[in-house]
């Protein structure tokens, strides 16, 4: 168990920056997600920490110590890879004990035939037995020891690719994209079973997901990367609520977060296609605001804007209205409690009013922005 | 219901295919029916696969004084065991097992790992080494026969198991063989080998060469079997010890130049060095089909 830090990390391949320049500090025990679109980084970065891949420039720590010059193999550090990527010709036991006769016995004794009969090797070799159990147990897989990989399921082949990773007791796990090869029901239910076992095992985990979903709901802190820089890092919430960047607030939340296109006017007004919102710039120019689907609400008159249905769809627990507004390229998304369901109509005229706390500006460089209420100015 | 139409195509396919499969046997038919003849049957071509068993005199038994009655026997009989007793067989057949297990052993030494680099590693002038492989496919073993056995006079090793041996260690075609293979094993198995703790040897044997089994059992049947069957390289290379004599020069021992040849020995001869290649491919056939069309990972 320890910290992990990354100083300054860039990496190119050819003449292709893919990091360029990543710091991110880890805490003891933190449950971490690096998440952005396929192609931002993330497991690149993920690859360089685990030693597997060397930056171009930079310094990783664990525990406060520089192990840039260390191998894959001396890091103290464990992998659960997207193909869970188990041994096919060992079975799911020797699959387990693999990290531990690599580390525990020595070369002579992890020979084939003379190998056993050396002194003290039998002895380690049932404790690494008594080990690989215990960790079969917590995972739910003892009975499946004997079997090889190849007669497990995806859900069972990926308990034993973490059973791999717990059995040596890392400083950290790192785990690359290990749900998306699971069905959607799995993924939900493994979700639950690897955040539970961080807590458990008190371990830094180091996740790397595409899924906004699985990284806000496993995660103590989020990392959204995008294009080889840290956007934003944060506890899920602080993401959804004040994202730092409009690539962020679009990444995180699903639906996703609605982007008006505004202008900000001579006396620092922001218009949205000439209506007034009711906000005023502070520092910047606005020139979008952000508003998640709760966020904004039914009114009796035109407050931020009006459309036309478009499509309703029931979620059963929620009711997502889909709403045409004339200026906004995309449709506009609001979320209602289903009990709303009998009062709308596809075609039928909404005004719109937003909670006004949780609307966020972003300038033209897409950075969040202060915003102001508008009513004091507006009535000087 | 299907029904089993006349198809001029399959037929035409099928007579080719048969054509193709007699002139392939025939040699292996002549081989053995010469092997159960008396000279005299083998001469006048007659008796059918198994000859007409007449009985004939045997020539050593009555050199060593035995009576004409009990040196009579079976031309079958006759020309097997003057196989094993003419010349030394089983020392023959022991020498075999000798040089085609100690040139795979080594092969498979030198392949895999050059093989594992050659498919995983990334380092300076790969693809330029896989091209030179790729040309040391190309080159003809008699083209460089003369210069390899002055190389070996020079270094005072001809007449010698290492003669045998150590030319053929370096095997280019167990090299791409095994390096193709070793293309279609995922790059996460090895990186999850490294976080496990092993350093590139120890993922060499322990992770890549048992995922490659299928590969290296039709590597073994195409190496043992040209080792096995070579006659032209162990000819150059023995020039005195019998001792050293692998299975095919064996051979030579029913041509008697002057007194014409033995061909019943001989083929008997033939017969006996085969056989063990015959079995052990039936043995593995599935497997080896397997390695050549390279399906092992699934």
Redesign the interface.
Known sequence: MATVQLHKIKKSFGGTDVLKGVSLDIADGEFLSLVGPSGCGKSTLL?IL???ETQSSGTVSIGGRPIDGL???DRD???V???Y?????LTVAENIA??LT??RLSGAQRLPGIGPFLPGSRSLRQEIATTVREAAEMLDIAHLLDRKPGQLSGGQRQRVAVG?ALVREPSAFLLDEPLSNLDAKMRVHMRAEIAQLNRRLGATFVYVTHDQAEAMTMSDRIAVMMEGELLQVGTPDALYDRPADIRVAQFIGSPAINILPVETDDTGMIRLYGAQTGFRAGRAQIEHLGVRPEALLPCDDNELLSGRVRLIENLGSDLFVQLDVPGVPRPVTLRLPPSARGRLRPGELMHLCADRARVVGFDASGKAAPLLRAEVCAHV | MTHHRFSSRQTLAHLVLIFGAVIVLLPFYVMLTTSFKSSVGIASGTGGLFGAQELVLDQSCVNLGGSEQDCLTRPLIDNYHQAFTAAPLWRYLLNGVIVTASIFVLQTLIAVPAAYALAKLRFWGRDAAFGLVLFCLLIPVHAIALPLYLMLAKLGLTNSYAALILPWIVSAFGIFLMRQFFMTV?D??I?????????EF?IIWR?ML??A?PALLAFAIFSVVAHWNDYFWPRIVLTGDRNLFTPPLGLREFKGDLDGDFYGPMMATATVIVTPLVVAFLLAQRRFIDGITLTG?K
């Open positions: 690859r685990a030693g597997l191998r894959a193999a550090l464990a992998m890879f997207q193909s990527a188990l041994y096919p010709h693999v990290p690599m580390r791999r | 995922p996460d198995l990186d999850a080998a490294r976080m496990d703790g092993m350093g120890a992770v048992p995922t089994i990972m």
